[in-house]
């Protein structure tokens, strides 16, 4: 093992190191990771916390499509967003933890201070401002498994934007919570998840 052309005994975080290894064909690896046994995961799906970056201008979409960077990989990922019901909106945030048994709000996009009212609620709140949860999270299915420690960062970006545009591409940041490493997550995972819609119907009583 060698760092900088200088042969080493030990090897820290961060640093680049050249490794011979007898007998192995380099051409059957292209990356790879060196780490203590269980301190990766591989997962096809996850629960984040997250925080929308204030410079991206575009509003976080549920069932949107972003390019997600997590430990070494960027991939592909749907996100559905949820929060605290409404009566724990004010509650102080969980670091680093998820609570599988309480239930959730599912969201049509991340809340912020630029989220628009729908007309309803504009009705029903004379402010015209919405309550926003101290906390939101993030599930994320990504379209290939990837490779990660526990409680990485993560970042969901919109690459794809025009390069020329004056616009932040990056769109959101956070905390990998919970991962799922069972390809069959939405069987076996996915039910713990309790998140809720909240629906109503409007209609008229003839007599």
């Not at 004379?126 to 960062?153: D, I, N, S």
């Amino acid at each position: 093992m060698q760092m900088f052309h200088t042969p080493v005994t030990y090897a820290m975080q961060g640093d680049r190191v050249g490794i011979c290894v007898t007998q192995f064909d380099p051409k059957l690896l292209e990356r790879g990771l060196i780490c203590t046994p269980e301190s990766l995961q591989t997962i096809h799906a996850a629960i984040i916390s997250l925080i929308k970056i204030p410079y991206f201008r575009g509003a976080l979409q549920t069932k949107a499509k972003f390019h997600i960077t997590v430990g070494h990989e960027t991939v592909m990922g749907r996100v559905m967003f949820f929060s605290p019901a409404p009566d724990d909106f004010n509650k102080e945030p969980l670091e680093n933890d998820f609570d599988f048994k309480k239930e959730y709000l599912y969201q049509e996009e991340y809340l912020s201070k630029d989220t628009k009212l729908s007309e309803e609620n504009k009705e029903n709140d004379q402010t015209g401002e919405r309550q926003l949860p101290k906390q939101q999270w993030a599930l994320l299915e990504f379209e290939k498994p990837v490779t990660c420690p526990k409680l990485c960062l993560v970042i969901g970006s919109k690459l794809d934007t025009d390069i020329h545009a004056n616009t932040c591409r990056l769109a959101f940041h956070g905390i990998l919570l919970e991962g799922m490493e069972d390809k069959n997550y939405i069987e076996t995972c996915l039910p713990k998840l309790k998140v809720y819609k909240l629906k109503h119907k409007d209609g008229q009583v003839e007599r």
